[in-house]
Nanobody, 119 residues
Framework: QVQLVESGGGLVQPGGSLRLSCVASGSILSIRRMGWYRQAPGKQRELVATIPSGDSTNYAHSVTGRFTISRDNAKNTVYLQMNSLKPEDTAVYYC?????????????WGQGTQVTVSS
């Protein structure tokens, strides 16, 4: 089995920063794409940022210039540095990854971590 566990969420004032982490563990052969998604109350889950196994990154327009995704392959970990946070960034943030396991490549989700931006 493979698990993704997020951490780093919390309550922050507008303009503040948070850093999310997501660690993958279990029977992992290798990890391809990793990413972050978010879901606000009453809204669909949306992509925030992704990072393939190389150095390229992709961001939603709404977070470009404020959020930075990175990964540490040695630690099977992906990070999301969130700066200049806005109330509209409030959501549950989910980690997602495409992981090679013995049966082939599978897609996994974490349990989510709450981010609340409010004064």
């Amino acid at each position: 089995q493979v698990q993704l566990v997020e951490s780093g969420g919390g309550l922050v004032q507008p303009g503040g920063s948070l850093r999310l982490s997501c660690v993958a563990s279990g029977s992992i052969l290798s990890i391809r794409r990793m990413g972050w998604y978010r879901q606000a109350p009453g809204k669909q889950r949306e992509l925030v940022a992704t990072i393939p196994s190389g150095d390229s990154t992709n961001y939603a327009h709404s977070v470009t210039g404020r959020f930075t995704i990175s990964r540490d392959n040695a630690k099977n970990t992906v990070y999301l540095q969130m700066n200049s946070l806005k109330p509209e960034d409030t959501a549950v943030y989910y980690c997602n990854a495409d992981i090679w396991v013995r049966e082939g490549i599978e897609n996994y989700w974490g349990q989510g971590t709450q981010v609340t931006v409010s004064s």
